[in-house]
């Protein structure tokens, strides 16, 4: 059973593909150890639908930071690849998020922990699958597989 920290990386700005290449290089420098990575996935945009399509990633990252320490060095990565903040679910160069940290479960003003959206996601769902699909959600108590299966997500999502 696989209790790593999951990262999901999310770009549909620019050369999308180097993007997530740019972003898993900061973060093996800057905020731990890789330790696997998922095929890229191609997705209809979520949330607001009416923009490109994204290309998203999941890592599995061995980190000798806590939470809130490894979320800021995301968000400063974030920032130093350009990303700005300016709609939610809108168009954006990087995105990283902090799916999961173990088995932890934290529910703070900055983070949540696992991260809330999982289980609605395919996009999220089907690369984290790929490299952890046995993983128990600490909250649910179901695989990641399982997970994946009671997605009622219905926008496409195909491995490049």
């Given at each position: ?125 089907l690369?984290l ?13 179901k ?18």
């Amino acid at each position: 059973m696989n209790y790593g920290i999951f990262l999901l990386l999310g770009t549909n700005q620019g050369d999308r593909a180097a993007n997530l290449a740019n972003a898993t290089a900061k973060i093996g420098k800057d905020a731990g150890t890789i330790q696997t990575r998922s095929s890229l996935y191609k997705s209809a945009a979520w949330g607001v639908e009416d923009q490109p399509d994204f290309y998203n990633q999941v890592l599995e990252l061995a980190s000798p930071h806590p939470p809130g320490v490894l979320l800021e060095k995301l968000l400063e990565i974030e920032r130093d690849m350009g990303r700005v903040r300016k709609e939610k679910w809108g168009p954006r160069l990087i995105d990283i998020d902090l799916l999961f940290y173990g088995r932890e479960v934290l529910n703070s003003p900055a983070l949540h922990l696992p991260h809330p959206g999982i289980p609605q996601r395919k996009f999220t769902l089907l690369p984290l699958a790929e490299i952890a699909g046995d993983l128990v959600h600490p909250v649910l108590h179901k695989t990641i597989d399982t997970l994946l299966a009671e997605c009622e997500d219905t926008l496409w999502v195909e491995r490049i």
